[in-house]
């Protein structure tokens, strides 16, 4: 299992970026997808989330109406569109996944999580 992800940087308040995260490894049993973040001397937070049935999206109220979370099943990847940025929005985000396993106790779901990657809005 293995989630990676890429497209952090460095952009001015009321800019955008996409941020990316490939997932392998077993990606049938992924059941959703989201978006966290975790800024300095702050707990990780929640940002936005996707189911892989029906794709219901779930996003935090910071983020509403500016960020947008979608998935490609075809390519293993989950994107984060966020456009309008502010500084408050400064953090390493993460990508995290939940996937079925089943064990002899019967259907359990993991979280797994990639390394991070820097975002960076300047005012």
């Known amino acids: 299992v293995q989630l990676v992800e890429s497209g952090g940087g460095l952009v001015q308040a009321g800019g955008s970026l996409r941020l990316s995260c490939a997932a392998s490894?077993?990606?049938?049993?992924?059941?959703?997808m989201g978006w966290y973040r975790q800024a300095p001397g702050k707990q990780r937070e929640l940002v936005a989330t996707?189911?892989?049935?029906?794709?219901?999206?779930n996003y935090a109220d910071s983020v509403k109406g500016r960020f947008t979370i979608s998935r490609d099943n075809s390519k293993n990847m989950m994107y984060l569109q966020m456009n309008s940025l502010k500084p408050e929005d400064t953090a390493v985000y993460y990508c995290?996944?939940?996937?079925?396993?089943?064990?002899?106790?019967?259907?359990?779901?993991?979280?797994?999580w990639g390394q991070g990657t820097q975002v960076t809005v300047s005012s």
């Open positions: 995290n996944d939940r996937r079925l396993v089943i064990t002899t106790d019967g259907p359990n779901e993991y979280a797994y």
């Open positions: 996707i189911t892989s049935g029906d794709r219901t999206t």
């Open positions: 490894g077993n990606t049938y049993t992924i059941t959703a």
